[in-house]
C-alpha cells in the first residue's frame, strides 16, 4: 500500500512519530513502532527534507536531523504538558466528586480548608496515577493490534 503525504503532511507526521517515540521510550510496546518510525522517516528522507531527516552513508539507517529534534522536542514537551493538564483537571475533578461522596454537607463544613485540601489532593494524586497508568497501557496497545496483510499493487 502507498500513501503519498504533502511535504506539510510529512512534517506533522514526524511530529506525531517524534512524540510517539519519546512517549514509548522505554515503554511495552516501543519495539512495534521503531519500525513503523523508520519507515516515516526513510519516506521524509526520500521526499528530500535534509532539514528533518538525516541518512548516514553507508547504513540503512534515516535520523531526525539536528534542527528537527529541537523543533520536536519543543513540540513534544508541549503537547505532552498539555496532556498531563488534562489528566490533572480531570483527576481533580474525580477527586472532588469523591470527596463529596464520601462526606456529607455538615462533615465538609465542620473541616477547614486545609483538610479540605489534603483530603482532596491525596484523592486527586490517586485518580492522576491511575489516569496515567491507563494512558501508558493504552499507548502500549497501539503494536498489539494483528497487523492486515500488505495488499499488492
Given at each position: 500500500m502507498k500513501i503519498n503525504?504533502?511535504?506539510?503532511?510529512?512534517?506533522?507526521?514526524?511530529t506525531i512519530a517524534g512524540i510517539a517515540?519519546?512517549?514509548l521510550d522505554g515503554q511495552p510496546g516501543i519495539n512495534?513502532?521503531?519500525?513503523?518510525?523508520?519507515?516515516?522517516l526513510q519516506a521524509a528522507g526520500e521526499m528530500g527534507?535534509?532539514?528533518?531527516?538525516?541518512?548516514?552513508?553507508?547504513?540503512?539507517s534515516y535520523y531526525f536531523s539536528e534542527e528537527a529534534q529541537?523543533?520536536?522536542?519543543?513540540?513534544?514537551?508541549t503537547r505532552?504538558?498539555?496532556?498531563?493538564?488534562?489528566?490533572?483537571?480531570?483527576?481533580?475533578?474525580?477527586?472532588?466528586?469523591?470527596l463529596q461522596?464520601?462526606?456529607?454537607?455538615?462533615?465538609?463544613?465542620?473541616?477547614?480548608e486545609e483538610e479540605q485540601f489534603e483530603i482532596l489532593e491525596s484523592i486527586s494524586e490517586k485518580h492522576y496515577q491511575r489516569l496515567t497508568e491507563e494512558f501508558m497501557r493504552d499507548l502500549g496497545e497501539i503494536g498489539d493490534e494483528p497487523e492486515p496483510e500488505d495488499e499488492e499493487e
Open positions: 503525504f504533502t511535504r506539510k503532511e510529512m512534517r506533522s507526521l514526524l517515540e519519546e512517549v512495534e513502532l521503531t519500525g513503523i518510525i523508520d519507515k516515516i527534507m535534509p532539514d528533518l531527516v538525516e541518512h548516514i552513508p553507508g547504513h540503512n529541537a523543533a520536536l522536542g519543543y513540540e513534544m514537551r505532552l504538558y498539555h496532556l498531563n493538564e488534562l489528566r490533572r483537571e480531570e483527576a481533580l475533578s474525580l477527586a472532588e466528586r469523591d461522596a464520601l462526606h456529607t454537607q455538615e462533615e465538609l463544613a465542620a473541616m477547614d
